[in-house]
């Protein structure tokens, strides 16, 4: 009887910015078992899959940071190399807006890796001094952030953070996941969308009594909305974009699309629109949905 093939080498990489919650991402990896590296030099990211591989190994996570910033050009070229061999390979890129890295640095009293600033300055000279390796930061990492699936830290819990990362690595490497998003403009825009709809001009279920303390996946307010020809205009445009383009984007061997549909409070309209486009394209697609302000609570 022949013995089924090995499953192939499952890796994702872990990169980002300083702060941003790199090694959360790495603990939820490491509660799904994987096998985690920390700060592991890009020269050595080839030379380790190797040997990996002859202890057989099935699922190891490895992060890379700014502190490797002369040879992070590198990783490009060695991500494709691990794919045309077979391995399956998935890049999480961690991002927060840089008023959130600031005050995480803040509140920690970590010294920033690029920051070149002594003890001893002022205030705003050692804000100063991190906003601009912050920045730099930014431009050297530049490279990995577009070969990769952004996650927005910015205001997620950590365990919402852990959730996304989990849900994330069990999909499908082998077709374009595609990630709705709901979320509120007064929180600010997610760094982490490919595209981003505006929904607020749509009839509010905030100003009906009955139904502003529910949320657009609560029975009344979809009966609501769905009675607003609007709702529905606006539901069958933005479906018809992505249907328009998902394929050309999945021929470009993007791994992950987030669409991020956003209104005023992220509790009514935008989280109905997800739910429905999400059930809508889950028929064709890998399809996963967050609610950033409801999984927040």
Known sequence: MQKDAPAPLEIVLITGMSGSGKTVALNALEDAGFYCVDNLPPELLLPFVELEQKHQARRVAIAIDVRSAT???????????????????????????????????????????????????????????????????????????????????????PSQLQGYVKTLISSSQDQLTLVFESFAFKRGVPTDADYVFDVRMLPNPHYEPTLRHLTGRDTPVAEFLQAQPDVERMQHHIAQFLENWLDALAHDHRSYVTVAIGCTGGQHRSVYLVERLAQRFALDWVTLKRHRELDSV
């Open 71 to 157: 040879s992070l050009p590198l990783v490009p070229h060695q991500l494709a190399s691990l794919r045309s061999r077979g391995i399956n390979v998935k890049s999480l890129f961690l991002d927060a807006n840089t008023d959130t890295l600031v005050r995480r640095y803040s509140e920690t009293r970590r010294k920033h890796p690029l920051s070149q600033l002594d003890a001893g300055h002022g205030e705003q000279d050692a804000r100063r001094a991190l906003v601009d390796a912050i920045e730099l930061e930014r431009k050297l990492l530049a490279i990995l952030r577009e070969e990769a699936h952004v996650i927005d830290s910015s205001i997620i819990r």
